[in-house]
């Protein structure tokens, strides 16, 4: 099941600029150089450029999986983190949370 998280248009903003800071926007965006630093060498993806073990960590959080899906790997998680709405799902959820400042950490600064 996905969901979609209503804001105002203030609180809109730090979504699409984290999004664009983050991807251009751009759902295919993909940042190799994150992958340097990680033992399996898996880049960031996707519009809010998640790591695949974060994605998956916060998609189980809010509910984001299908239901009767089941992800483990990087291969089965792969295109949720293309998705855009799969990606954006797992963020607002982190977003409204308040997980900004800690998990997009460069973005949000030039936000705020």
């Not at 991807?23 to 809010?48: C, Q």
């Not at 899906?69 to 291969?75: A, F, K, P, Q």
């Not at 997009?104 to 936000?111: L, M, N, S, T, V």
Request: aromatic share 20%; hydrophobic share 40%; with cysteine.
């Amino acid at each position: 099941m996905v969901f979609l998280l209503w804001f105002s248009t203030a609180s809109a903003n730090i979504y699409s600029s984290i999004m664009w800071c983050e991807s251009g926007d751009n759902p295919l965006a993909v940042n190799w150089k994150d992958a340097e630093g990680r033992d399996d060498k898996r880049p960031s993806i996707g519009l809010y450029q998640f790591y695949w073990k974060t994605w998956l960590k916060y998609a189980k959080i809010y509910s984001v999986i299908p239901f009767g899906v089941t992800l483990n790997t990087w291969r089965q998680v792969e295109p949720y983190l293309y998705n855009p709405v799969y990606n954006a799902a797992v963020a607002h959820g982190m977003i409204a949370d308040g997980l900004t400042p800690f998990h997009w950490k460069i973005c949000y600064e030039k936000y705020s």
